[in-house]
């Protein structure tokens, strides 16, 4: 299995910023794709952005401009740099991998246990 564990979240006033991490462990032979996605209080999970195994991002327009996605493939992790942060960014962040564990075995998503970023004065 893959275990995907984000830090870096919490409590930044509007205009300020934040760098999530997000690093993968476990039984992994390869990941594809790598991306954050984000959930508010009484919405559905969104994307926010992802990441290719060949570093091509992709971003929801609503952070375009604003935030950065990398990724190191050595280490298995991926970076969110959130800057110029709103109030409407407020959200649990989830971090999600696109992997599988053998090279015969099946691709699966799999996500993080999520982590608090909330932006207020």
């Known amino acids: 299995q893959v275990q995907l564990v984000e830090s870096g979240g919490g409590l930044v006033q509007p205009g300020g910023s934040l760098r999530l991490s997000c690093a993968a462990s476990?039984?992994?032979?390869?990941?594809?794709?790598m991306g954050w996605y984000r959930q508010a209080p009484g919405k559905q999970r969104e994307l926010v952005a992802t990441?290719?195994?060949?570093?091509?991002?992709n971003y929801a327009d609503s952070v375009k401009g604003r935030f950065t996605i990398s990724r190191d493939n050595a280490k298995n992790t991926v970076y969110l740099q959130m800057n110029s942060l709103k109030p409407e960014d407020t959200a649990v962040y989830y971090c999600?991998?696109?992997?599988?564990?053998?090279?015969?075995?099946?691709?699966?998503?799999?996500w993080g246990q999520g982590t608090q970023v909330t932006v207020s004065s």
């Open positions: 999600n991998a696109f992997a599988r564990v053998s090279g015969l075995g099946s691709w699966k998503y799999y």
């Open positions: 476990g039984s992994i032979f390869s990941i594809n794709e």
């Open positions: 990441i290719t195994s060949g570093r091509s991002p």
